[in-house]
């Protein structure tokens, strides 16, 4: 097996235990390569279907065309799509020349949360790499997140042996808390 396949097949094994484990988990698709990349894993762990649904946070300044490729997709391979949108900020006449920063928060992060507590799911599965930022690097293949979807570090749960656990310290993820699922083992090792 090469060391493609390994990493391939780790990743399939994450997230078939993370589509057993949570009983309300959805994964995210921003359509960039990362997220598309999970897209296809998921499928190929479930044999060309992909059970969980797929959010995406519009902030109504994508590209047209990506925007249609992606509706494009979500039609031909039967993909449960949920855009989600901070529609109030929109509203409000929030945009990137306001600040990046400020209009990145209120668009996307708290576009997030809002959809992610509208929908109330308790595990996400994210396609990100642990080499694109230092912090990354140390969460594991489940990172709990409070009831704001942060990470501390100091609730990280041990994978030991290199084994993955769905729950944390104390105990299996509970439906305020999501997890964060995210196989880190394709990341930067490709």
């Given at each position: ?36 990349v ?51 900020a ?17 668009l ?73 699922i ?9």
């Open positions: 097996m090469t060391h493609l396949e390994e990493l391939e097949n780790k990743s399939i094994y994450i997230l078939r235990e993370a589509y057993k484990n949570f009983d309300n988990l959805c994964m995210l698709w921003s359509i960039g390569k990362d997220s598309t999970m897209l296809w894993l998921v499928r190929k762990a479930f044999f060309g279907h992909c059970p969980i649904p797929l959010v995406h946070i519009d902030t109504s300044y994508k590209i047209k065309e990506m925007i249609a490729y992606r509706d494009q997709l979500a039609e031909e391979w039967g993909l449960t799509l949920v855009v989600g949108q901070n529609k109030e929109l509203e409000k006449g929030m945009n990137p020349a306001l600040g990046r920063m400020e209009c990145c928060t209120a996307k992060t708290e576009g997030l949360r809002r959809t992610l507590a509208d929908k109330k799911y308790n595990g996400v599965i994210v396609g990100v790499r642990s080499d694109e930022e230092g912090t990354r690097a140390k969460e594991r293949y489940f990172s709990p997140r409070d009831k704001n979807n942060d990470w501390d570090f100091r609730e990280q749960p041990p994978e030991l042996w290199d084994q993955s656990r769905p729950g944390s310290s104390r105990g299996p993820m509970s439906e305020s808390i999501p997890c964060w995210g196989p880190r083992s394709i990341s930067g090792n490709i």
